[in-house]
């Protein structure tokens, strides 16, 4: 069974503050993925990496730096954390783009509160 | 650019009545995007419901199913008799010419009562 966890589970941040989600994967997968989600809204993408070292942007990386140190670890940076983040943020992985290896394995959410 | 639209935010059906939750799509990046469902049960991470990758192709899982409708753009789920423990929200989502990129719907919360 594909696994993908996150730390911490949820979090408490003051503003200007820098905050680091976490997020492991067991699946051997070359893919992974930062989203975030806001009440009422779909799931959007921060940034996501294809390979170690290496991180590209997705469609709202304003804020937000991204670390893949290895395959197996994908971290998210709010250098200055702000209000405005306050969102749940999920972690996914996948072995490839396109037909049968875009399924994508999310971990369980970081529910992060800005203050 | 792509976008995934679920019309109904909350869904309340008695058990073992049938439930149909709409999604329609746009995918200007590629003709024939991925579909997908996904479900999130309370205190859990999203996981895969059902995929289907063929226009006109029907997926099926845990009594739920969704036809590829290309003509319509539509994705809808059905199932013939919910249960209290198919509570949960439910996203509609595409994968599209971007490497790795899923829409998502803005997901549809599912609450079935005994």
């Known amino acids: 069974e594909a696994a993908v966890t996150q730390s911490p589970r949820s979090k408490v941040a003051v503003t200007g503050g820098k905050v680091t989600l976490s997020c492991h994967q067991t699946?051997?997968?070359?893919?992974m993925y930062w989203y975030r989600q806001d009440t009422g809204h779909g799931l959007r993408l921060i940034h996501y990496?294809?390979?170690?070292?290496?991180?590209e942007k997705g469609d709202i990386p304003d804020g937000y730096k991204a670390s893949r140190p290895s395959q197996e670890n994908f971290s998210l940076i709010l250098e200055l954390a702000s209000l405005s983040q306050t969102a749940v943020y999920f972690c996914?992985?996948?072995?490839?783009?396109?037909?049968?290896?875009?399924?994508?394995?999310f971990g369980p959410g970081t529910r992060l509160l800005v203050l | 650019g792509d976008s995934v639209t679920q019309t109904e935010g909350q869904v309340t059906v008695s058990e073992s009545k049938s439930l149909i939750i709409n999604c329609t799509y746009s995918?200007?990046?590629?003709?024939?995007?991925?579909l997908f469902w996904y479900v999130r049960y309370p205190g859990e991470g999203l996981q895969l419901l059902l995929k289907?990758?063929?226009?006109?192709q029907k997926g099926s899982s845990r009594g739920f199913e969704a036809t590829y409708n290309k003509e319509a753009t539509s994705f809808h789920l059905q199932k013939a008799s919910v249960q209290e423990s198919d509570s949960a929200v439910y996203y509609c989502?595409?994968?599209?010419?971007?490497?790795?990129?899923?829409?998502f719907g803005r997901g549809t919360r599912l609450q079935v009562y005994a």
């Open positions: 699946n051997n997968h070359d893919y």
């Open positions: 995918a200007t990046s590629i003709g024939y995007p991925n």
């Open positions: 289907v990758i063929t226009a006109g």
């Open positions: 990496s294809y390979v170690a070292d290496s991180t």
């Open positions: 989502a595409l994968s599209g010419q971007v490497v790795g990129q899923l829409t």
């Open positions: 996914a992985s996948s072995a490839g783009t396109g037909g049968y290896q875009d399924t994508q394995y």
